[in-house]
Protein backbone atom coordinates (compact mmCIF):
# COMPACT_ATOMS: atom_id res chain seq x y z
CA UNK A 1 0.00 0.00 0.00
CA UNK A 2 1.52 3.42 -0.91
CA UNK A 3 2.21 6.08 2.05
CA UNK A 4 -0.10 8.69 0.74
CA UNK A 5 -2.98 6.23 0.68
CA UNK A 6 -2.02 5.01 3.87
CA UNK A 7 -1.85 8.19 5.17
CA UNK A 8 -5.09 9.28 4.05
CA UNK A 9 -6.91 6.21 5.63
CA UNK A 10 -5.49 6.60 8.84
CA UNK A 11 -6.21 10.59 8.83
CA UNK A 12 -6.99 11.93 12.03
CA UNK A 13 -6.03 9.13 14.05
CA UNK A 14 -2.27 10.22 13.39
CA UNK A 15 -2.90 13.36 15.09
CA UNK A 16 -1.35 13.77 18.54
CA UNK A 17 -4.26 13.83 21.45
CA UNK A 18 -2.42 15.83 23.37
CA UNK A 19 -1.47 18.85 21.01
CA UNK A 20 1.88 17.45 19.52
CA UNK A 21 2.37 18.05 15.45
CA UNK A 22 0.51 15.29 13.39
CA UNK A 23 3.01 12.41 12.24
CA UNK A 24 2.58 13.00 8.94
CA UNK A 25 4.77 16.10 9.93
CA UNK A 26 7.24 14.73 12.10
CA UNK A 27 9.93 11.97 10.25
CA UNK A 28 10.77 10.70 13.58
CA UNK A 29 7.26 10.19 15.53
CA UNK A 30 5.85 7.83 15.12
CA UNK A 31 2.46 5.78 16.62
CA UNK A 32 3.03 2.05 17.85
CA UNK A 33 0.48 -0.22 16.01
CA UNK A 34 1.61 -3.34 17.43
CA UNK A 35 4.36 -4.85 19.85
CA UNK A 36 6.25 -8.42 19.07
CA UNK A 37 9.44 -9.46 21.05
CA UNK A 38 12.20 -7.03 20.28
CA UNK A 39 10.32 -5.34 17.37
CA UNK A 40 7.71 -2.86 16.70
CA UNK A 41 5.23 -2.08 13.93
CA UNK A 42 4.97 1.81 13.68
CA UNK A 43 2.64 4.37 11.84
CA UNK A 44 4.88 7.33 10.80
CA UNK A 45 5.33 9.73 7.99
CA UNK A 46 6.31 6.87 5.48
CA UNK A 47 3.59 4.42 5.85
CA UNK A 48 3.67 1.37 7.97
CA UNK A 49 7.34 0.52 9.05
CA UNK A 50 8.94 -2.30 11.02
CA UNK A 51 11.59 -0.74 13.73
CA UNK A 52 13.27 -2.21 16.60
CA UNK A 53 12.09 -1.77 20.34
CA UNK A 54 15.55 -1.29 21.50
CA UNK A 55 14.43 -3.29 24.22
CA UNK A 56 17.83 -3.65 25.68
CA UNK A 57 17.61 0.23 26.58
CA UNK A 58 14.07 -0.12 27.55
CA UNK A 59 14.75 -2.34 30.20
CA UNK A 60 15.46 0.26 32.96
CA UNK A 61 13.19 2.84 31.70
CA UNK A 62 9.61 2.64 29.49
CA UNK A 63 9.65 -0.69 27.00
CA UNK A 64 6.78 0.34 24.27
CA UNK A 65 3.37 -1.10 24.36
CA UNK A 66 0.69 -0.99 21.42
CA UNK A 67 -0.94 2.52 21.65
CA UNK A 68 2.37 4.43 22.25
CA UNK A 69 3.45 7.41 21.04
CA UNK A 70 7.45 7.36 20.41
CA UNK A 71 10.03 9.04 18.94
CA UNK A 72 12.56 7.27 16.33
CA UNK A 73 16.30 7.53 15.79
CA UNK A 74 18.73 5.30 13.11
CA UNK A 75 21.01 3.79 14.75
CA UNK A 76 24.26 2.63 12.98
CA UNK A 77 23.98 -0.95 11.69
CA UNK A 78 20.27 -1.52 13.00
CA UNK A 79 18.33 0.59 11.25
CA UNK A 80 15.37 2.55 12.98
CA UNK A 81 14.71 1.69 16.64
CA UNK A 82 12.58 3.25 19.02
CA UNK A 83 14.62 6.24 20.88
CA UNK A 84 12.01 6.87 23.29
CA UNK A 85 8.42 6.52 24.55
CA UNK A 86 6.65 10.07 24.71
CA UNK A 87 4.31 10.32 28.31
CA UNK A 88 1.58 8.23 28.23
CA UNK A 89 -1.79 9.62 28.55
CA UNK A 90 -4.28 6.52 29.37
CA UNK A 91 -2.68 3.10 30.49
CA UNK A 92 -4.32 0.02 30.38
CA UNK A 93 -2.69 -1.89 33.08
CA UNK A 94 -2.64 -5.39 34.99
CA UNK A 95 -0.92 -6.51 38.34
CA UNK A 96 0.51 -9.91 38.58
CA UNK A 97 -1.64 -11.86 40.81
CA UNK A 98 1.10 -13.55 42.62
CA UNK A 99 3.28 -9.99 42.85
CA UNK A 100 0.76 -7.06 43.19
CA UNK A 101 3.25 -4.68 42.94
CA UNK A 102 4.51 -5.87 39.43
CA UNK A 103 2.56 -3.98 36.65
CA UNK A 104 2.21 -4.60 33.31
CA UNK A 105 0.98 -2.30 30.65
CA UNK A 106 -1.04 -3.84 28.32
CA UNK A 107 -2.12 -0.76 25.90
CA UNK A 108 -1.76 3.03 26.17
CA UNK A 109 -2.99 6.36 24.63
CA UNK A 110 -6.74 4.78 24.36
CA UNK A 111 -9.96 6.78 24.72
CA UNK A 112 -12.14 4.41 26.25
CA UNK A 113 -11.79 0.68 27.70
CA UNK A 114 -14.50 -1.80 26.56
CA UNK A 115 -15.01 -4.55 29.74
CA UNK A 116 -15.95 -7.52 27.19
CA UNK A 117 -18.12 -10.81 28.93
CA UNK A 118 -20.21 -13.14 26.63
CA UNK A 119 -24.17 -13.85 27.35
CA UNK A 120 -23.46 -17.48 26.52
CA UNK A 121 -22.19 -17.70 30.00
CA UNK A 122 -23.21 -16.44 33.64
CA UNK A 123 -21.96 -13.41 34.31
CA UNK A 124 -19.42 -13.69 36.96
CA UNK A 125 -19.53 -10.20 39.26
CA UNK A 126 -15.80 -10.65 40.56
CA UNK A 127 -14.44 -10.72 37.40
CA UNK A 128 -17.02 -8.07 36.04
CA UNK A 129 -15.58 -5.74 39.25
CA UNK A 130 -12.07 -6.31 38.14
CA UNK A 131 -12.27 -5.69 34.45
CA UNK A 132 -13.96 -2.60 35.56
CA UNK A 133 -11.02 -1.59 38.01
CA UNK A 134 -8.70 -2.12 34.46
CA UNK A 135 -11.02 0.75 32.82
CA UNK A 136 -11.58 2.79 35.65
CA UNK A 137 -8.08 2.77 36.57
CA UNK A 138 -6.65 3.68 32.97
CA UNK A 139 -7.65 6.87 32.98
CA UNK A 140 -9.50 6.14 29.67
CA UNK A 141 -14.02 6.36 29.39
CA UNK A 142 -14.99 2.78 30.67
CA UNK A 143 -17.79 0.66 29.03
CA UNK A 144 -18.92 -2.58 29.00
CA UNK A 145 -19.50 -4.58 26.46
CA UNK A 146 -21.91 -7.63 26.46
CA UNK A 147 -21.33 -9.75 23.47
CA UNK A 148 -23.53 -12.75 22.13
CA UNK A 149 -26.55 -11.54 22.41
CA UNK A 150 -27.94 -13.67 19.76
CA UNK A 151 -27.25 -16.87 22.37
CA UNK A 152 -28.87 -15.21 25.50
CA UNK A 153 -33.18 -16.00 25.66
CA UNK A 154 -33.37 -13.55 28.47
CA UNK A 155 -30.32 -11.76 29.21
CA UNK A 156 -32.28 -9.59 31.71
CA UNK A 157 -30.50 -11.80 34.88
CA UNK A 158 -26.96 -10.64 33.38
CA UNK A 159 -28.24 -6.91 33.29
CA UNK A 160 -29.37 -7.26 36.69
CA UNK A 161 -25.89 -8.62 37.63
CA UNK A 162 -24.17 -5.70 35.60
CA UNK A 163 -26.30 -2.97 37.10
CA UNK A 164 -25.62 -3.95 40.18
CA UNK A 165 -21.74 -4.07 40.30
CA UNK A 166 -21.61 -0.67 37.15
CA UNK A 167 -24.13 1.48 38.05
CA UNK A 168 -24.10 4.42 35.79
CA UNK A 169 -21.10 2.88 33.86
CA UNK A 170 -22.44 2.86 29.77
CA UNK A 171 -24.05 -0.73 28.60
CA UNK A 172 -23.42 -2.00 25.23
CA UNK A 173 -25.21 -5.57 23.72
CA UNK A 174 -23.79 -6.78 21.19
CA UNK A 175 -24.44 -9.58 18.61
CA UNK A 176 -22.23 -9.82 15.43
CA UNK A 177 -24.35 -12.55 13.74
CA UNK A 178 -26.91 -9.72 13.33
CA UNK A 179 -25.47 -6.79 13.85
CA UNK A 180 -26.68 -5.60 17.09
CA UNK A 181 -25.14 -3.11 19.02
CA UNK A 182 -22.76 -2.56 16.56
CA UNK A 183 -23.84 0.94 15.92
CA UNK A 184 -23.60 2.00 19.09
CA UNK A 185 -20.22 0.72 20.02
CA UNK A 186 -19.21 2.75 16.60
CA UNK A 187 -20.96 6.06 18.30
CA UNK A 188 -18.71 5.66 21.49
CA UNK A 189 -15.30 5.37 19.42
CA UNK A 190 -14.97 8.40 16.27
CA UNK A 191 -12.79 9.37 14.35
CA UNK A 192 -9.21 9.84 16.41
CA UNK A 193 -10.34 7.63 19.03
CA UNK A 194 -9.08 4.45 20.06
CA UNK A 195 -10.74 2.04 21.97
CA UNK A 196 -9.36 -1.35 23.68
CA UNK A 197 -11.46 -4.14 24.56
CA UNK A 198 -10.03 -6.55 27.45
CA UNK A 199 -11.68 -9.83 29.10
CA UNK A 200 -10.83 -13.36 28.82
CA UNK A 201 -10.48 -15.46 25.96
CA UNK A 202 -13.96 -16.54 24.14
CA UNK A 203 -16.11 -13.19 25.12
CA UNK A 204 -15.72 -12.64 21.72
CA UNK A 205 -13.62 -9.64 21.44
CA UNK A 206 -11.89 -11.14 18.54
CA UNK A 207 -15.31 -11.32 16.63
CA UNK A 208 -16.21 -8.11 17.53
CA UNK A 209 -13.04 -6.42 16.03
CA UNK A 210 -13.82 -8.50 13.16
CA UNK A 211 -17.05 -7.18 12.49
CA UNK A 212 -16.35 -3.58 13.25
CA UNK A 213 -13.32 -3.84 10.61
CA UNK A 214 -15.95 -5.62 8.41
CA UNK A 215 -13.70 -8.28 7.38
CA UNK A 216 -11.87 -11.19 9.10
CA UNK A 217 -8.54 -9.39 10.56
CA UNK A 218 -8.18 -11.13 13.56
CA UNK A 219 -8.72 -15.20 13.82
CA UNK A 220 -11.27 -16.32 16.07
CA UNK A 221 -11.07 -19.72 18.47
CA UNK A 222 -13.84 -22.38 19.48
CA UNK A 223 -15.30 -22.41 22.34
CA UNK A 224 -15.81 -25.80 24.20
CA UNK A 225 -19.77 -26.52 24.70
CA UNK A 226 -19.14 -27.45 28.23
CA UNK A 227 -17.97 -24.16 30.20
CA UNK A 228 -18.17 -21.69 27.04
CA UNK A 229 -13.93 -21.22 28.06
CA UNK A 230 -12.21 -19.85 24.72
CA UNK A 231 -8.80 -20.79 23.71
CA UNK A 232 -6.10 -17.61 23.34
CA UNK A 233 -6.91 -16.70 19.80
CA UNK A 234 -5.01 -12.94 20.18
CA UNK A 235 -1.39 -13.35 21.14
CA UNK A 236 -0.21 -9.98 20.34
CA UNK A 237 -1.86 -6.03 21.00
CA UNK A 238 -2.82 -4.76 17.12
CA UNK A 239 -4.25 -1.17 17.05
CA UNK A 240 -6.73 -1.52 13.82
CA UNK A 241 -8.36 1.41 12.11
CA UNK A 242 -12.17 0.60 11.75
CA UNK A 243 -13.36 2.02 8.17
CA UNK A 244 -15.66 5.26 8.12
CA UNK A 245 -13.90 7.46 10.38
CA UNK A 246 -14.68 5.44 12.83
CA UNK A 247 -11.59 5.22 15.17
CA UNK A 248 -9.61 2.54 15.97
CA UNK A 249 -10.21 -0.59 18.24
CA UNK A 250 -7.16 -2.66 19.99
CA UNK A 251 -7.93 -6.59 21.18
CA UNK A 252 -5.74 -7.68 23.69
CA UNK A 253 -4.79 -11.58 24.91
CA UNK A 254 -7.64 -13.17 26.97
CA UNK A 255 -6.87 -12.21 30.81
CA UNK A 256 -6.79 -15.81 32.66
CA UNK A 257 -6.60 -14.03 36.12
CA UNK A 258 -6.66 -10.93 38.21
CA UNK A 259 -5.28 -10.81 41.66
CA UNK A 260 -5.39 -9.05 44.83
CA UNK A 261 -4.84 -5.25 43.48
CA UNK A 262 -7.61 -5.47 41.20
CA UNK A 263 -9.76 -6.64 44.36
CA UNK A 264 -8.77 -3.90 46.87
CA UNK A 265 -9.20 -1.14 44.15
CA UNK A 266 -12.79 -2.54 43.24
CA UNK A 267 -13.69 -1.69 46.53
CA UNK A 268 -12.89 2.51 45.93
CA UNK A 269 -13.40 2.43 42.53
CA UNK A 270 -16.71 0.25 42.32
CA UNK A 271 -18.03 0.68 45.54
CA UNK A 272 -17.06 3.65 46.36
CA UNK A 273 -20.14 4.51 47.07
CA UNK A 274 -20.76 1.88 49.88
CA UNK A 275 -17.28 1.99 50.94
CA UNK A 276 -18.41 5.98 51.87
CA UNK A 277 -21.35 4.88 53.23
CA UNK A 278 -19.58 2.57 55.49
CA UNK A 279 -17.63 5.87 56.65
CA UNK A 280 -21.00 6.68 58.38
CA UNK A 281 -22.02 3.60 60.43
CA UNK A 282 -22.27 3.70 64.42
CA UNK A 283 -19.37 1.23 64.56
CA UNK A 284 -16.27 1.15 63.02
CA UNK A 285 -15.99 -2.43 62.66
CA UNK A 286 -19.66 -3.05 61.35
CA UNK A 287 -19.92 -5.67 59.17
CA UNK A 288 -23.61 -4.31 57.70
CA UNK A 289 -26.06 -7.18 58.37
CA UNK A 290 -27.69 -6.55 61.57
CA UNK A 291 -26.30 -4.22 63.34
CA UNK A 292 -27.48 -1.12 65.02
CA UNK A 293 -27.04 2.26 63.21
CA UNK A 294 -25.32 0.74 59.98
CA UNK A 295 -25.85 3.48 57.36
CA UNK A 296 -25.28 0.98 54.71
CA UNK A 297 -28.31 -1.20 55.65
CA UNK A 298 -30.40 2.01 55.97
CA UNK A 299 -29.90 3.14 52.45
CA UNK A 300 -30.49 -0.54 51.23
CA UNK A 301 -34.25 -0.21 53.37
CA UNK A 302 -34.62 2.95 51.53
CA UNK A 303 -34.12 1.56 48.22
CA UNK A 304 -31.12 4.02 47.59
CA UNK A 305 -28.49 0.99 47.24
CA UNK A 306 -30.16 -2.30 45.45
CA UNK A 307 -29.96 -5.71 47.74
CA UNK A 308 -27.58 -7.38 45.44
CA UNK A 309 -25.57 -4.13 45.26
CA UNK A 310 -25.02 -4.79 48.92
CA UNK A 311 -24.42 -8.42 48.51
CA UNK A 312 -21.87 -8.47 45.70
CA UNK A 313 -20.06 -5.95 48.07
CA UNK A 314 -20.04 -8.11 50.69
CA UNK A 315 -18.31 -11.28 48.85
CA UNK A 316 -15.85 -8.48 47.59
CA UNK A 317 -14.90 -7.18 51.25
CA UNK A 318 -14.84 -11.42 52.28
CA UNK A 319 -12.77 -12.45 48.91
CA UNK A 320 -10.32 -9.64 49.89
CA UNK A 321 -9.59 -10.52 53.42
CA UNK A 322 -8.98 -14.10 51.96
CA UNK A 323 -6.98 -12.96 49.64
CA UNK A 324 -4.88 -10.75 52.09
CA UNK A 325 -4.65 -13.89 54.75
CA UNK A 326 -3.48 -15.71 51.57
CA UNK A 327 -0.90 -13.12 50.85
CA UNK A 328 0.65 -13.27 54.13
CA UNK A 329 1.19 -16.28 54.42
CA UNK A 330 2.88 -16.04 50.96
CA UNK A 331 4.73 -12.99 52.21
CA UNK A 332 5.67 -15.38 55.93
CA UNK A 333 7.19 -18.16 53.81
CA UNK A 334 9.27 -16.25 51.21
CA UNK A 335 7.33 -15.27 48.64
CA UNK A 336 9.74 -13.60 46.38
CA UNK A 337 8.87 -9.73 45.93
CA UNK A 338 8.43 -7.65 42.63
CA UNK A 339 9.91 -4.89 41.34
CA UNK A 340 7.74 -2.05 40.25
CA UNK A 341 7.71 -1.47 36.51
CA UNK A 342 7.26 2.04 35.83
CA UNK A 343 4.22 2.96 33.13
Do not use: Y
Amino acid sequence: MKSDTVLADWGAALVDPDGWRAVVAVMDRARVVRVDRGECDVMTSRGRLRVLSDSQRAQGEIAPVTGDWVELAEAEGLGLVIDRVLPRRTAVSRRDPAEKDVEQVLASNVDAVAAVLGLDRPIQPGWLERLLVMAIDSGAEPVIVLTKLDEASDPSGALEVVDAVAGSTPVVMTSVVDGRGLGDLRALMGAGRTLALVGESGAGKSSLVNALVGRELLEVGEVRAGDSEGRHTTTARELVLVPGGAGMVLDTPGIRSLGLWEAEHAVGLVFGDLADLAGACRFRDCAHRKEPGCAVRAAVDSGLISKMRLRLFLELVGELDNLRRREEERQRRGGRGGKKRPR
